[in-house]
């Protein structure tokens, strides 16, 4: 299983999420596919939702490095 995540701005609220997330959709599986070798048509986007990071790095700090 591969996960990737993609960021939009725009709203986020949920009745417009997946219409404006979808160029930025496009663009992630064009992305993975081609970091894998694969045809963009074997990806499939399990799920789209709006997060709010608390911080400007999504929540995955690695250690020794500073963030915004």
């Not at 996960?3 to 725009?10: C, K, L």
């Not at 986020?12 to 997946?18: A, G, K, P, T, V």
């Not at 894998?36 to 939702?49: H, L």
């Amino acid at each position: 299983m591969l996960v990737g995540y993609a960021f939009f701005s725009g709203s986020l609220s949920s009745d417009s999420i997946s219409g404006s997330a979808e160029p930025v959709m496009k663009r992630a599986k064009e992305d993975l596919a081609n970091c894998r070798g694969i045809d963009k048509d074997q990806i499939a986007v399990a799920a789209v939702k709006a997060v709010n990071w608390p911080d400007t790095s999504l929540s995955c700090p690695e250690p020794g490095m500073v963030y915004a």
